[in-house]
């Protein structure tokens, strides 16, 4: 085989290998990519603290945020904000191609009956958990309590 031959062989074979994959499996074929970014938690004045990130999802698979976990709270949950009232849900939207906003006066996490009262500057570790990607470590810095970076 000469060159061109030999390239053009091996792009059939990676283009048909790819097909066969995106047949046979529909959930373990192309895992989620997510990224964290803008994670915050507001110095808390009470027991419970919330937290706020933002998720992205870069692919073309759905994903959720199932569940958080994190030393500070044994009953991490995760509320949404409906007519000002939060609720506990079971799971977040990560759109394809999307993200996931958790934003004051929105869909939040929420630590219930923390543990210490963590203060500005310092950092709290949290581990987030998802219908599929592995789960993500993430550290949210303390800000000031009325901190809103999403309000301008
Ligand atoms: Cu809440």
């Known amino acids: 085989m000469n060159r061109r031959t030999t390239t053009l062989f ?7 290998g ?7 499996t529909d959930s373990s074929g192309d895992q989620p990519r997510l990224k964290v ?26 994903d959720k945020l199932t569940s958080v976990t994190s030393s500070l709270s044994d009953d991490v949950q995760i509320h949404e904000t409906k007519d000002q009232k939060m609720r506990e849900v079971k799971s977040f ?10 934003v004051r006066g929105g869909n939040h996490i929420m630590f219930m009956n923390i543990k ?4 500005q500057g310092e950092k ?3 581990e987030l958990h998802f219908e599929k990607s592995d ?3 993430v550290d949210l810095p303390v800000e ?3 901190h809103n970076p999403k309000q301008h």
Request: glycine fraction near 8%; proline fraction near 8%; aromatic fraction near 4%.
């Open 144 to 146: 000031a309590a009325t």
């Open 18 to 24: 790819l097909a066969l994959t995106g047949c046979s």
């Open 10 to 16: 091996a792009a059939i074979a990676l283009s048909a």
């Open 37 to 62: 970014s803008g994670a915050f938690m507001p110095q808390p004045v009470m027991d419970m603290a919330g937290g706020f990130l933002t998720i992205e999802n870069d692919s073309d698979t759905a």
């Open 135 to 137: 789960p993500i470590k």
């Open 116 to 119: 210490q009262k963590p203060k």
């Open 124 to 126: 709290v570790s949290i």
């Open 93 to 102: 939207d990560i759109p394809a191609k999307g993200e996931l906003n958790l």
